[in-house]
């Protein structure tokens, strides 16, 4: 007998002498080696199945787990693949009494009479092991960039505006650009007013805030922000004060009569976040644990959110940061963080204003910069606003939406890449 089919004979068996279940027919081994995702064996163990795939990668489900994913029309709508039962809608001491591997599924009856089928490729794409966690990890890690590096590729990535509003295959390129560098240009664009409002929606729907749908980053007197003069713009992101600052910002330069000045900066912010955590360790946890406030109080606007500067997730990567030094709102951490909060504040500003770090631009008119507003820190030259014009549109789209886009897109374009493209781990997301 093959020993694949024997195993899955004698595990079947011993489950079934301890009350788990009875044998019931299996494929042939030829059949299971055939399958897209082919299983070399499956032994049915106390509380869950281990797999062994062709490939040797080993996938332990529990019982448990297999029957909350269940994809029957009882316990999910067909029509809008939402759950219909809840997880503790299952049966107490639930086991499996039968198994059964088809070509291209896993099929299991129940002891409450309830059947199960299941992918094999949809298990294979949801395995849980440690390896495959830890290995979808690293492949949502964004890459992180400095000066040398980009202007080693060129200067960040370019799109034609025409290609972008007329073919979807663009957009893609352009969101997985965005999703790599953090950062992506459009160029040869209208410089119509509004022109920015179209292009937007080829990501997703714009985000109103208290600036608008859309608002003009031009100086004019007496400005509700500091974005609307001329002075020089320290390197920042938009919105901490929010309790979900947007995800991305995206700016088109309608006009740009100065000679010299107004320039735009970019700063990788997850690539200060590398340096300090590698350089200040102590300096990375306090500002990755300790809150500091922003807020934005004006004549009709209070709005104040407090949270830490680097946002880290169960495994301490970092996936978001807030920084936006001109709303900062008065201390208030315990006593015993002050000191340390301000020396740690320090090292990451002395890392921020390396020059290696800082990528300055003189934007186009026509032109459109896109960019992480949770990742990317931006940043503008002084200009003298008497010798000439500089009008700027900008809009902002949440990262839901925008992570939306990009998983729509990939399923209809993804499979094309030479080299397969992950949603990074930026907010969070998985």
């Given at each position: 007998?093959?020993?694949?089919?024997?195993?899955?004979?004698?595990?079947?068996?011993?489950?079934?002498?301890?009350?788990?279940?009875?044998?019931?027919?299996?494929?042939?081994?030829?059949?299971?080696?055939?399958?897209?995702?082919?299983i070399v064996s499956l032994e049915n163990k106390i509380n869950l199945y281990?797999?062994?795939?062709?490939?040797?990668?080993?996938?332990?489900?529990?019982?448990?787990?297999?029957?909350?994913?269940?994809?029957?029309?009882?316990?999910?709508?067909?029509?809008?693949?939402?759950?219909?039962?809840?997880?503790?809608?299952?049966?107490?001491?639930?086991?499996?009494?039968?198994?059964?591997?088809?070509?291209?599924?896993?099929?299991?009856?129940?002891?409450?009479?309830?059947?199960?089928?299941?992918?094999?490729?949809?298990?294979?794409?949801?395995?849980?092991?440690?390896?495959?966690?830890?290995?979808?990890?690293?492949?949502?890690?964004?890459?992180?960039?400095?000066?040398?590096?980009?202007?080693?590729?060129?200067?960040?990535?370019?799109f034609e505006y025409d290609n972008i509003m007329k073919d979807d295959q663009?957009?893609?390129?352009?969101?997985?650009?965005?999703?790599?560098?953090?950062?992506?240009?459009?160029?040869?664009?209208?410089?119509?007013?509004?022109?920015?409002?179209?292009?937007?929606?080829?990501?997703?729907?714009?985000?109103?805030?208290?600036?608008?749908?859309?608002?003009?980053?031009?100086?004019?007197?007496?400005?509700?922000?500091?974005?609307?003069?001329?002075?020089?713009?320290?390197?920042?992101?938009?919105?901490?004060?929010?309790?979900?600052?947007?995800?991305?910002?995206?700016?088109?330069?309608?006009?740009?009569?100065?000679?010299?000045?107004?320039?735009?900066?970019?700063?990788?912010?997850?690539?200060?976040?590398?340096?300090?955590?590698?350089?200040?360790?102590?300096?990375?946890?306090?500002?990755?644990?300790?809150?500091?406030?922003?807020?934005?109080?004006?004549?009709?606007?209070?709005?104040?959110?407090?949270?830490?500067?680097?946002?880290?997730?169960?495994?301490?990567?970092?996936?978001?940061?807030?920084?936006?030094?001109?709303?900062?709102?008065?201390?208030?951490?315990?006593?015993?963080?002050?000191?340390?909060?301000?020396?740690?504040?320090?090292?990451?500003?002395?890392?921020?204003?390396?020059?290696?770090?800082?990528?300055?631009?003189?934007?186009?008119?026509?032109?459109?910069?896109?960019?992480?507003?949770?990742?990317?820190?931006?940043?503008?030259?002084?200009?003298?606003?008497?010798?000439?014009?500089?009008?700027?549109?900008?809009?902002?789209?949440?990262?839901?939406?925008?992570?939306?886009?990009?998983?729509?897109?990939?399923?209809?374009?993804?499979?094309?890449?030479?080299?397969?493209?992950?949603?990074?781990?930026?907010?969070?997301?998985?």
């Amino acid at each position: 007998m093959h020993p694949v089919r024997q195993l899955l004979r004698i595990s079947t068996r011993m489950a079934a002498r301890r009350g788990l279940g009875r044998e019931k027919r299996v494929s042939t081994s030829a059949q299971l080696r055939q399958a897209p995702n082919g299983i070399v064996s499956l032994e049915n163990k106390i509380n869950l199945y281990e797999i062994r795939w062709s490939d040797n990668h080993v996938s332990k489900f529990h019982h448990v787990w297999l029957r909350d994913h269940c994809r029957c029309p009882k316990c999910v709508e067909p029509s809008s693949g939402q759950k219909l039962r809840t997880r503790s809608d299952m049966p107490q001491n639930l086991q499996p009494t039968s198994f059964q591997i088809n070509d291209d599924s896993l099929s299991i009856s129940w002891n409450d009479h309830h059947e199960t089928t299941l992918p094999l490729s949809w298990l294979r794409e949801n395995c849980y092991s440690t390896a495959t966690l830890e290995a979808r990890r690293n492949r949502q890690q964004p890459m992180l960039w400095d000066v040398p590096s980009i202007e080693k590729r060129g200067g960040f990535p370019q799109f034609e505006y025409d290609n972008i509003m007329k073919d979807d295959q663009a957009v893609w390129e352009w969101v997985k650009a965005l999703n790599t560098y953090g950062c992506a240009l459009v160029v040869n664009g209208p410089t119509e007013e509004g022109s920015i409002v179209g292009l937007t929606e080829r990501i997703a729907y714009i985000r109103k805030t208290m600036y608008g749908v859309v608002f003009d980053v031009i100086s004019v007197p007496n400005p509700i922000n500091v974005a609307y003069t001329s002075v020089e713009l320290p390197p920042h992101m938009d919105l901490c004060y929010y309790e979900a600052p947007p995800g991305l910002q995206l700016l088109y330069c309608l006009r740009f009569d100065q000679k010299t000045g107004g320039e735009s900066s970019f700063i990788d912010g997850f690539k200060i976040c590398e340096e300090l955590k590698r350089r200040h360790p102590e300096s990375f946890k306090i500002l990755s644990t300790v809150h500091t406030e922003y807020f934005k109080f004006d004549k009709i606007n209070m709005m104040r959110y407090s949270r830490p500067i680097i946002m880290v997730d169960e495994f301490d990567d970092v996936i978001g940061i807030n920084w936006s030094p001109n709303f900062e709102a008065p201390l208030r951490v315990p006593e015993e963080h002050v000191e340390k909060f301000y020396r740690a504040y320090g090292d990451w500003v002395n890392i921020m204003r390396e020059s290696n770090l800082e990528l300055s631009f003189r934007l186009q008119p026509g032109t459109c910069v896109a960019f992480n507003n949770r990742r990317v820190l931006h940043a503008r030259k002084s200009f003298d606003e008497n010798a000439g014009t500089r009008h700027l549109q900008g809009t902002y789209v949440d990262l839901d939406e925008f992570s939306n886009r990009f998983r729509t897109l990939q399923r209809r374009f993804g499979a094309q890449d030479v080299q397969p493209t992950e949603l990074s781990r930026i907010g969070n997301w998985s």
